[in-house]
């Protein structure tokens, strides 16, 4: 069984576990899944807003869709988590890919 399909599995047992959406749509960006990988992130968006490694992962994937401005929302918004959370190395993580893709612009 593949990593996907064997996450998949998993989450059926435990569908709230952020962990495992989180790393389902990684495995979707290792291979090449875009879509599938943005529909994960969007879910953990909504269903987990504090999980904060989500922010980082997400305007990276949005930022090489093309899709800069949602990727500034994106990781503004993990930056305001990353401050919530006292988490100075994740904010700055953040920060420079925010500014890198602004740089880029």
């Known amino acids: 069984m593949n990593k996907i399909n064997q996450l998949n599995e998993w989450l059926k ?6 962990f495992l959406i989180y790393a389902l749509a990684l495995e ?13 992130f969007d879910e953990l ?3 987990h807003p504090k999980y904060l490694a989500t922010y980082l ?3 990276n ?8 401005e949602k990727a ?13 959370q006292n988490n100075s190395k ?5 920060n420079q890919a925010l500014n890198n893709m602004i740089d880029d612009v």
């Open 13 to 18: 047992e435990n569908p709230d576990d952020s």
């Open 28 to 40: 979707y960006i290792k291979n090449n899944q875009i879509q599938e990988a943005k529909k994960q």
């Open 45 to 47: 968006t909504q269903k």
């Open 57 to 59: 992962q997400f305007g």
């Open 61 to 68: 994937l949005l930022a090489e869709m093309g899709n800069k």
């Open 72 to 84: 500034e929302d994106i990781y503004r918004k993990g930056l305001e988590i990353a401050i919530e």
């Open 90 to 94: 994740t904010y700055k993580e953040i």
